[in-house]
């Protein structure tokens, strides 16, 4: 019997409605949750605090590895763009790889360095300092409402869903 390996990353890649629901049919993934990376404030209320929309991804590493996550997060991102992924703009939207854990942040630098395109990357690799989860009308948020917005064409979206 194979022993699960929990491990947490935090995924900014624009709205998280989207990277949400891409994220949590990943083959290895075992819980995600939306939420809000290194802002300043304990609460989801008041004025923009700096923090990036991510998604909290809690995985089991003896089924997917970090690089493979990395693979996985690049399909829905657009790496080059600083603070806009689809019709989302502003720094909320930046994209982002936290951690706590200094290896996993180790691990995404060193998967950045080594692609042809790394110079070109607006990928903020950083440890995470605070994590917010966002409001319950944001958690799931496209599954419960397949119909609102999201920035990552449904094709994309759903590639990894088992029916």
Request: proline share 4%; glycine share 6%; net charge negative.
């Amino acid at each position: 019997m194979t022993v699960q390996q929990h491990n947490t990353l935090y995924f900014a890649g624009g709205c998280l409605w989207g990277v949400q629901e891409f994220m949590k049919h990943l083959p290895g993934v075992i819980t995600t949750q939306a939420g809000r990376a290194n802002g300043a404030s304990n609460t989801t209320q008041g004025e923009y605090d700096g923090y990036a929309e991510c998604v909290k991804v809690t995985f089991d590493s003896s089924v997917v590895s970090l690089n493979q996550l990395f693979d996985y997060f690049f399909e829905i991102i657009d790496p080059y763009s600083i603070n806009k992924q689809g019709a989302d703009e502003g720094p909320k939207y930046r994209t982002g790889i936290y951690s706590k854990n200094l290896s996993h942040l180790d691990a995404a630098s060193n998967y950045i360095n080594k692609r042809s395109d790394a110079d070109k990357i607006a990928v903020k690799v950083e440890q995470l300092t605070n994590y917010v989860p966002s409001d319950s009308e944001h958690q799931d948020r496209l599954s419960n409402h397949p119909d609102d917005y999201c920035h990552i064409p449904l094709n994309l979206l759903y590639k990894y869903k088992l029916s």
